[in-house]
Nanobody, 124 residues
Framework: QVQLVESGGGLVQPGGSLRLSCAAS????????IGWFRQAPGKEREGVSC????????VYADSVKGRFTISRDNAKNTVYLQMNSLKPEDTAVYYC?????????????????WGQGTQVTVSS
């Protein structure tokens, strides 16, 4: 069973950058699809970006395209989310999750393993 731990969140000014990390233990991530999701207060959890295990193909929410980049380093058993040009509306708790199908399908119900989340706050 895979355990996931996110890190890298914090407070950043609009236009700034953060890199989130999702470190796995208990199992190799090689065969898992990995997703980043976020949930803002009073809103539903939404898929931000997801990456497949097979070919590293990725999908992005329209709201983050061109600003966020997901990547994975299987040797380090870690997945990253580079977030640039951050906006106040990016403020949320960010979660990483793993699906055993290896897909980049970015719907939360496909993901059975979740981290505890890391807070990202974009504010001046």
């Amino acid at each position: 069973q895979v355990q996931l731990v996110e890190s890298g969140g914090g407070l950043v000014q609009p236009g700034g950058s953060l890199r989130l990390s999702c470190a796995a233990s208990g199992s190799t991530l090689d065969y898992y699809g990995i997703g980043w999701f976020r949930q803002a207060p009073g809103k539903e959890r939404e898929g931000v970006s997801c990456i497949s295990s097979r070919d590293g193909s990725a999908v992005y929410a329209d709201s983050v395209k061109g600003r966020f980049t997901i990547s994975r380093d299987n040797a380090k058993n870690t997945v990253y989310l580079q977030m640039n040009s951050l906006k106040p509306e990016d403020t949320a708790v960010y979660y990483c999750a793993a699906n055993p199908y290896g897909t980049s399908w970015c719907h939360s119900r496909a993901y059975g393993y979740w981290g505890q989340g890391t807070q990202v706050t974009v504010s001046s």
